[in-house]
């Protein structure tokens, strides 16, 4: 604190002489490299340090403010290792959205010969391949053991099932007594069942998981590339030139507070209420875009945009307050999108009807009923929108997804509760510098971000992965045993993106812009 008492004294000495270190007059006619080098003499003697932030004080009176970690006056092996393995969480993070491009050409261009949405069969059989595995000729003793494996359920919302006296497939296989039976054997137990023919609501394609995966991908490139860029300035800090105009705004900077607004914010906004009008349990409203404006209310306190905001108090001040609450706000909202949103993704919403029953259809439909045409449509539990278990480390990315709201929740709130607690506790305190001093976000929202973004990852890609060449078209099936009538649901096996209908290119871009 001595030296930022020496920097103000010196400062104020230098205004009561008429001397701001270069007002406008004197600066244009100050020898370039007069004024380069007199520069960097103000640099050197007359930057202001505080247990928040160091600043680099400009002759024109506006401040290059940096957080106080990672500084580039201390050499610290600990600085230098947190920026390594920043960038290379960034490889990491910005190498996985070039995984999930790829995937998602691969999955757009799958081969749908036999299985478009515009095939009179696609009713019935979906994008699945129930057709050609139901038209095998069954065992009856595998089918009489399988149907006992079926009813051996180990989650919790086949048991559901059970009880209500329906037979769910859901998984690609099951293991018994040493024997695994795959997908296609079990579909082959219900041949000449009768296949009730049915349209998918809306609600049907919500999140997957890979979606997620782009979504919290995105958001730890926006984080840890402010974090590296931030840091690179730093590394250069005396040939920074902190003028205070939108020119010093990078492509990098430029890039990410346009995507921030466009994405995060605006278009985010537009989904979660379009989501409020028309709740459903399987929504695609991302649950990290609060990170990204948690971001941009940090960004502006730093270089280069408290340059710039520098010459503008009014709208800094304004800013200040606006990003903050918007950020609040928008977590708040979240909250309530996992509530009502997630229920399927998170098996907490019971079985719901997902599917409309074409009656028109059934009497033409493949095998025999014991039931009417009217029962079978009338069924909800026969129509619902049954969840499809892959792959037990796929179950463990929606998981992931929620330890990692959590995290940064915890990170994020963190500097209210001190600045409020610092205020209640003591006098003479403003909230403002208070919130500044404990917030840990400039630092450990990239740190965090970066790590549990790269876990996630690495399970995402070995998820993808494995199942890419593992899967063929399986879906949730459900059998009423008693009507001899069996209904099959949409295959998420390509996570929707082979099917050309229900708005793919939407769905894509709010996973690539955290809406």
Not at 243 to 258: A, D, F, N, S, Y
Not at 391 to 408: C, N, R, W, Y
Not at 459 to 486: F, W, Y
Request: aromatic share 14%; glycine share 6%.
């Amino acid at each position: 604190m001595a030296r930022y008492e020496s920097y103000r004294d010196n400062h104020s000495h230098s205004r009561h002489h008429g001397d701001r270190h270069g007002s406008r007059h004197h600066h244009h006619h100050r020898p370039r490299d007069h004024h380069r080098s007199h520069h960097s003499h103000n640099r050197n003697h007359y930057t202001a340090y505080d247990p928040v932030q160091y600043s680099y004080a400009r002759s024109y009176g506006v401040e290059c403010k940096f957080p106080r970690f990672p500084s580039h006056e201390r050499f610290s092996s600990i600085r230098y290792t947190v920026i390594v393995l920043s960038c290379l969480f960034l490889l990491v993070a910005v190498a996985s959205q070039i995984v999930i491009l790829v995937f998602t050409i691969k999955f757009i261009n799958t081969d749908n010969t036999g299985f478009e949405p515009e095939n009179p069969n696609f009713a019935l059989f979906k994008n699945s391949r129930f057709e050609e595995c139901a038209a095998l000729t069954p065992d009856p003793a595998n089918c009489t053991a399988i149907v006992d494996i079926l009813r051996n359920a180990p989650y919790e919302l086949d048991k559901e099932y059970l009880r209500r006296g329906y037979t769910p497939i859901s998984s690609q296989w099951r293991s018994h007594q040493d024997t695994d039976y795959d997908w296609c054997t079990f579909a082959s137990c219900f041949h000449g069942f009768k296949v009730v023919p049915s349209n998918p609501r809306d609600s049907i394609i919500g999140q997957t998981n890979f979606g997620l995966w782009s979504s919290l991908n995105m958001s730890a490139i926006a984080f840890l590339l402010t974090f590296v860029k931030r840091n690179w300035d730093v590394s250069r800090g005396k040939q920074i030139e902190c003028e205070g105009r939108l020119k010093e705004l990078g492509v990098i900077e430029w890039g990410i507070l346009i995507y921030s607004v466009c994405g995060p914010i605006v278009w985010w906004w537009v989904s979660f209420i379009r989501f409020a009008i028309n709740p459903v349990p399987n929504t695609t409203v991302s649950i990290f875009a609060w990170t990204t404006t948690w971001l941009l209310a940090s960004n502006i306190h730093y270089h280069p945009f408290s340059c710039i905001l520098g010459r503008r108090p009014g709208l800094k001040q304004f800013l200040s307050w606006l990003l903050p609450i918007l950020a609040f706000v928008q977590w708040c909202t979240t909250i309530y999108v996992l509530n009502v949103g997630w229920k399927e993704l998170l098996q907490a919403g019971g079985i719901s009807q997902g599917y409309d029953c074409v009656e028109s259809m059934i009497q033409d439909a493949p095998g025999t009923t014991k039931c009417t045409a009217e029962k079978l449509c009338s069924d909800s539990t026969l129509l619902s929108n049954m969840s499809f278990y892959w792959d037990f480390l796929e179950q463990g990315i929606v998981t992931s997804s929620i330890a990692i709201f959590v995290i940064l929740s915890i990170i994020a709130l963190q500097p209210f509760v001190f600045a409020t607690w610092r205020l209640l506790t003591a006098s003479g305190y403003s909230w403002g510098e208070q919130f500044q001093k404990g917030d840990l976000g400039p630092v450990a929202g990239p740190a965090f971000a970066g790590l549990l973004a790269t876990l996630v990852c690495g399970l995402s890609a070995t998820v993808l992965i494995k199942l890419s060449t593992a899967v063929d078209r399986e879906a949730p099936v459900v059998a009423d045993m008693a009507c001899t009538a069996v209904h099959v649901g949409l295959s998420d096996w390509r996570y929707y993106l082979d099917l050309s209908i229900y708005a793919r290119a939407l769905r894509i871009a709010e996973a690539w812009f955290n809406a």
